[in-house]
Protein backbone atom coordinates (compact mmCIF):
# COMPACT_ATOMS: atom_id res chain seq x y z
CA UNK A 1 0.00 0.00 0.00
CA UNK A 2 2.85 2.77 0.97
CA UNK A 3 4.22 1.89 -2.53
CA UNK A 4 1.34 2.06 -4.34
CA UNK A 5 0.51 5.37 -2.65
CA UNK A 6 3.83 6.92 -3.21
CA UNK A 7 3.60 5.87 -7.50
CA UNK A 8 0.02 7.76 -7.30
CA UNK A 9 1.70 10.52 -5.66
CA UNK A 10 4.52 10.84 -8.35
CA UNK A 11 2.19 10.40 -11.50
CA UNK A 12 1.42 13.36 -13.52
CA UNK A 13 -2.16 12.08 -13.98
CA UNK A 14 -3.92 8.64 -13.99
CA UNK A 15 -5.60 7.09 -16.88
CA UNK A 16 -7.97 4.73 -15.88
CA UNK A 17 -9.46 3.48 -19.71
CA UNK A 18 -11.55 0.67 -18.31
CA UNK A 19 -14.46 -0.52 -20.36
CA UNK A 20 -16.62 -1.94 -16.81
CA UNK A 21 -15.52 -1.35 -13.08
CA UNK A 22 -17.93 -2.58 -9.98
CA UNK A 23 -16.94 0.78 -8.90
CA UNK A 24 -13.51 2.36 -9.43
CA UNK A 25 -12.02 2.37 -6.46
CA UNK A 26 -8.51 3.07 -8.17
CA UNK A 27 -9.97 6.40 -9.02
CA UNK A 28 -10.27 7.44 -5.44
CA UNK A 29 -7.13 6.38 -4.51
CA UNK A 30 -5.37 8.62 -6.88
CA UNK A 31 -7.46 11.54 -6.48
CA UNK A 32 -6.94 10.93 -2.49
CA UNK A 33 -2.89 10.76 -3.35
CA UNK A 34 -3.54 14.50 -5.27
CA UNK A 35 -3.30 13.19 -8.54
CA UNK A 36 -5.78 14.23 -11.19
CA UNK A 37 -7.46 11.67 -13.03
CA UNK A 38 -8.77 11.01 -16.48
CA UNK A 39 -11.25 7.95 -16.27
CA UNK A 40 -13.29 6.11 -18.93
CA UNK A 41 -16.43 7.97 -19.83
CA UNK A 42 -18.13 4.40 -18.73
CA UNK A 43 -21.21 5.05 -16.77
CA UNK A 44 -19.94 2.50 -13.95
CA UNK A 45 -17.51 5.04 -13.15
CA UNK A 46 -19.71 7.57 -12.80
CA UNK A 47 -20.10 7.69 -9.03
CA UNK A 48 -16.00 6.99 -8.12
CA UNK A 49 -15.04 10.04 -10.91
CA UNK A 50 -18.08 12.84 -10.13
CA UNK A 51 -17.15 15.87 -11.73
CA UNK A 52 -13.20 15.67 -10.35
CA UNK A 53 -11.58 13.45 -13.04
CA UNK A 54 -12.05 14.44 -16.89
CA UNK A 55 -13.60 12.01 -18.91
CA UNK A 56 -12.63 10.35 -22.40
CA UNK A 57 -13.89 7.12 -24.88
CA UNK A 58 -12.07 4.13 -23.67
CA UNK A 59 -11.91 3.02 -27.33
CA UNK A 60 -11.01 6.67 -28.47
CA UNK A 61 -7.07 7.25 -28.42
CA UNK A 62 -6.85 10.72 -29.81
CA UNK A 63 -9.69 11.30 -26.63
CA UNK A 64 -7.42 10.03 -24.06
CA UNK A 65 -4.45 12.40 -25.59
CA UNK A 66 -6.26 15.29 -25.26
CA UNK A 67 -7.89 14.36 -21.99
CA UNK A 68 -4.58 13.70 -20.35
CA UNK A 69 -3.03 16.81 -21.96
CA UNK A 70 -6.06 19.09 -20.62
CA UNK A 71 -5.37 17.38 -17.17
CA UNK A 72 -1.93 18.46 -16.72
CA UNK A 73 -2.82 21.84 -17.69
CA UNK A 74 -5.88 21.85 -15.46
CA UNK A 75 -3.52 20.20 -12.68
CA UNK A 76 -4.38 22.35 -9.69
CA UNK A 77 -8.24 22.69 -10.29
CA UNK A 78 -8.35 19.06 -10.49
CA UNK A 79 -6.39 17.94 -7.61
CA UNK A 80 -8.48 20.35 -5.10
CA UNK A 81 -12.31 19.04 -6.95
CA UNK A 82 -10.13 15.22 -6.36
CA UNK A 83 -8.92 15.76 -2.93
CA UNK A 84 -12.31 17.00 -2.29
CA UNK A 85 -14.57 14.03 -3.95
CA UNK A 86 -12.33 11.68 -2.33
CA UNK A 87 -13.16 12.98 1.38
CA UNK A 88 -16.98 11.76 0.42
CA UNK A 89 -15.96 8.32 0.55
CA UNK A 90 -15.62 7.10 4.15
CA UNK A 91 -16.32 3.83 5.81
CA UNK A 92 -18.66 5.30 8.24
CA UNK A 93 -20.72 6.19 4.25
CA UNK A 94 -20.12 3.05 3.45
CA UNK A 95 -22.02 1.19 6.36
CA UNK A 96 -25.02 3.44 6.31
CA UNK A 97 -25.64 2.82 2.62
CA UNK A 98 -25.28 -0.70 3.42
CA UNK A 99 -27.60 -0.54 6.97
CA UNK A 100 -29.97 1.94 4.85
CA UNK A 101 -30.07 -0.83 2.24
CA UNK A 102 -30.42 -3.48 4.29
CA UNK A 103 -33.20 -1.95 6.61
CA UNK A 104 -35.17 -0.86 3.15
CA UNK A 105 -34.69 -4.12 1.23
CA UNK A 106 -38.28 -5.87 0.35
Same mark, same amino acid.
Given at each position: ????? &??? $?????? &????? *??? *? =??????????????? &????????? %??? !???? $?? !?? !???? &??? @? /???? /?? %??? !?????????? /?? @? *? @????? =?????? /?? @??? %?
Amino acid at each position: NDELA &ALY $RGAAVV &AYPSR *FEG *F =GIPILEAMASGVPVV &ASSHSSLDE %AAG !DAAL $RA !DP !DDPE &AWA @T /AVEA /AV %ARR !DELVARGLEH /AR @T *F @TWRRV =GAIMLD /AW @TNA %A
